[in-house]
């Protein structure tokens, strides 16, 4: 089965600068790829995705690339404000509607 | 997205009794998940749940443990049967489309 590795476990930044978290995948199937952030005590909120035909992807402050040949995804978040303060997790699966594998989650800290 | 909606939001059971988990989604939907989430770890999938027919469960999550129903395509149980308190944890129904998956407030199970 697939299997994501995700680092780092936990990342501190100062405000306002850039943030960046890895992801590796083991499945060459896999072809979606989230981004969920949870906040302490809260349900994951899916914030970006990317699909295996983009290379990459931008919303505002947050973007996501992927690299399908090395199998490998991140996510960047530029101009981090305390907001973005929470546990980032990533994922992975195949053809749509499918099961979810998960990294292991990047606690993210911003310092003001 | 869809509105997703759990039921009890948390609960305290007593080990040995079994506990039944709602999720309700506001629109028809293809496909529901059921997630774990034990204390500052990550998401683990419990199983697929399925429409008409019976979940298809993950390694190492049996039917006689978490038997799930999904009598409609709104609405989804999963129990935890015969608890101890290493079930004790977070537990999360997702619903999903063509990729994107959402997930529900959650059910904090603690177990004595």
């Known amino acids: 089965g697939e299997n994501v590795e995700q680092h780092p476990s936990t990342l501190s930044v100062q405000e306002g600068d850039s943030a960046v978290i890895k992801c590796t995948y083991s499945?060459?199937?896999?072809?979606?790829f989230p981004w969920y952030k949870q906040e302490l005590g809260k349900r994951p909120q899916l914030i970006i995705d990317?699909?295996?035909?983009?290379g990459e992807k931008k919303d505002q402050r947050i973007a996501v690339t992927l690299n399908k040949t090395a199998k490998h995804f991140s996510l960047h978040i530029t101009e981090t404000q305390p907001e973005d303060s929470a546990v980032y997790f990533c994922?992975?699966?195949?053809?749509?509607?499918?099961?979810?594998?998960f990294g292991t989650g990047t606690r993210l800290t911003i310092i003001p | 997205s869809a509105v997703i909606s759990q039921k009890p939001s948390r609960d305290i059971c007593q080990r040995g009794t079994s506990l039944t988990i709602q999720c309700q989604v506001d629109?028809?939907?293809?496909?529901m998940f059921w997630y774990r989430q034990q204390p500052g770890q990550s998401l683990t999938l419990i199983a697929t749940?399925?429409?008409?027919?019976?979940?298809?469960?993950e390694s190492g999550f049996v039917i006689d443990k978490f038997p799930i129903s999904r009598p409609n395509l709104t609405f989804s149980t999963l129990t935890v049967s015969n608890m101890s308190p290493e079930d004790s944890s977070i537990y999360l129904c997702?619903?999903?489309?063509?990729?994107?998956?959402?997930f529900g407030p959650g059910t904090r199970l603690t177990v004595t």
């Open positions: 997702s619903v999903g489309g063509d990729y994107e998956q959402y």
């Open positions: 499945d060459s199937a896999s072809n979606y």
């Open positions: 990317i699909r295996s035909n983009v």
């Open positions: 994922a992975a699966s195949g053809v749509g509607n499918e099961k979810l594998t």
């Open positions: 629109s028809q939907v293809t496909m």
């Open positions: 749940a399925n429409q008409g027919s019976e979940a298809t469960y």
